[in-house]
Structure formats: structure tokens, C-alpha cells
């Protein structure tokens, strides 16, 4: 999956909480800010909170000249802030959870630039090993953390589990190991886990 590179920072409010997500985990409420959008010399700032029924989202959008210049309503017409919201959010969260990959253990806290994605081998190996335990807790996470950031849930476990080598995975598929991981119950365990 080709992801945007975005210049994001991340700071949680004084006396911010710890929201879980299941096994993600975002500081809420905080100011997300991307540099150089929508051109080189402005930025764009999102207050960042929950909303009760609907999930994390932006409460505000602020677009700021970084060289004083003037900000225009074209700037602003600019500002696909709901795509731009959601492809920096996700470099902000934490992701906690232990796998078991053809018998050794992962610890999903150890991550690259997006702590959602896993590396390469392990995701390739939960797609080998099929509609597992591991690859449905995984399938469970990536669903309704989009869920809850306003993606579309069943096209975002798709694309979560590219890599280099492999395409997303089919919407076919997807869709089976979500039936799936509902019929075992995981939906649950993770609205069990995000209460802990």
C-alpha cells in the first residue's frame, strides 16, 4: 500500500488521557499539525478529540502561514481536511498487541513509521497462515480503528495487509475473515480490551 509522507507532529493537551482504541492507543485531546500543506510555507492544524457515537475526530482545522504571508480562501478551499486528518493521524497512535506467528511471538509495540503496519514478514506470514487467531485479532484492529477515524473499515484491513511483495488483500477475502472474526467473537474482545 503506498502511503503519503506527511510532516506531522502530535501534542496531546496538558492533562491530555490515554484513549484506547482496543489495542490502539491515542492521547486525546491534542493538536495534530502537518507542515507544508496545503502549499510549501503553510501548515494546517487539527484540534483532535473524541466525539461521543462518532469517534476521533477533528473539532477544528486551522491554516497557518509558516513565513507570514497571507492566508486566502483558495488556501483554504485547498485543504482536503478530512483525507489529510486521516493519513497523519495514524503515525500518532500506539499500538499494542502480542502475536503468535508460526509459533514465535511479536510484539506489535516494535514499529516503523506507521505504528499500525506491521513489518513485511510478519504480515506476510499472517497471510499464509490464514484466518487465524492472530491474523483475525489483527484483522479486528485495523477494522475498527478505521472504524473509529471515520475509514472505511472493510477497504482498510485490504490495504493493511500489503506489502512490498503482496497487493492488498482481496476485498473477498477481507470480507471473509471479518465474518469470520465476528463468528469467534474477537468484535467483542476488542470493545473488552479497550475498556481495560
Same mark, same amino acid.
Given at each position: 500500500?503506498?502511503?503519503?509522507?506527511?510532516?506531522?507532529?502530535?501534542?496531546?493537551?496538558?492533562?491530555?488521557?490515554?484513549?484506547?482504541?482496543?489495542?490502539?492507543?491515542?492521547?486525546?485531546?491534542?493538536?495534530?499539525?502537518?507542515?507544508?500543506?496545503?502549499?510549501?510555507?503553510?501548515?494546517?492544524?487539527?484540534?483532535?478529540?473524541?466525539?461521543?457515537?462518532?469517534? *476521533?475526530?477533528?473539532?477544528?482545522?486551522?491554516?497557518?502561514?509558516?513565513?507570514?504571508?497571507?492566508?486566502?480562501?483558495?488556501?483554504?478551499?485547498?485543504?482536503?481536511?478530512?483525507?489529510?486528518?486521516?493519513?497523519?493521524?495514524?503515525?500518532? *497512535?500506539?499500538?499494542?498487541?502480542?502475536?503468535?506467528?508460526?509459533?514465535?511471538?511479536?510484539?506489535?509495540?516494535?514499529?516503523?513509521?506507521?505504528?499500525?503496519?506491521?513489518?513485511?514478514?510478519?504480515?506476510?506470514?499472517?497471510?499464509?497462515?490464514?484466518?487465524?487467531?492472530?491474523?483475525?485479532?489483527? *484483522?479486528?484492529?485495523?477494522?475498527?480503528?478505521?472504524?473509529?477515524?471515520?475509514?472505511?473499515?472493510?477497504?482498510?484491513?485490504?490495504?493493511?495487509?500489503?506489502?512490498?511483495?503482496?497487493?492488498?488483500?482481496?476485498?473477498?477475502?477481507?470480507?471473509?475473515?471479518?465474518?469470520?472474526?465476528?463468528?469467534?467473537?474477537?468484535?467483542?474482545?476488542?470493545?473488552?480490551?479497550?475498556?481495560?
Amino acid at each position: 500500500m503506498s502511503e503519503v509522507e506527511l510532516d506531522s507532529t502530535y501534542v496531546p493537551d496538558e492533562g491530555f488521557e490515554s484513549f484506547p482504541l482496543g489495542s490502539v492507543q491515542i492521547d486525546l485531546p491534542g493538536l495534530l499539525t502537518i507542515a507544508n500543506v496545503p502549499v510549501e510555507g503553510q501548515s494546517v492544524s487539527f484540534r483532535v478529540d473524541w466525539i461521543d457515537g462518532v469517534g *476521533v475526530r477533528p473539532t477544528a482545522i486551522t491554516v497557518t502561514s509558516t513565513r507570514g504571508e497571507e492566508v486566502t480562501s483558495t488556501d483554504l478551499r485547498n485543504v482536503n481536511a478530512k483525507n489529510l486528518y486521516r493519513a497523519a493521524i495514524v503515525k500518532h *497512535v500506539t499500538y499494542q498487541r502480542m502475536f503468535l506467528v508460526d509459533g514465535e511471538e511479536w510484539d506489535g509495540k516494535i514499529m516503523r513509521e506507521s505504528p499500525l503496519r506491521l513489518p513485511d514478514d510478519v504480515l506476510e506470514k499472517l497471510r499464509l497462515q490464514g484466518p487465524r487467531y492472530a491474523t483475525l485479532s489483527y *484483522v479486528v484492529d485495523m477494522y475498527m480503528f478505521a472504524d473509529s477515524i471515520g475509514l472505511a473499515p472493510a477497504l482498510y484491513v485490504q490495504q493493511m495487509f500489503a506489502t512490498e511483495h503482496l497487493d492488498p488483500l482481496p476485498r473477498t477475502t477481507a470480507t471473509k475473515w471479518i465474518k469470520k472474526a465476528r463468528d469467534m467473537g474477537l468484535f467483542e474482545e476488542w470493545f473488552e480490551h479497550g475498556d481495560d
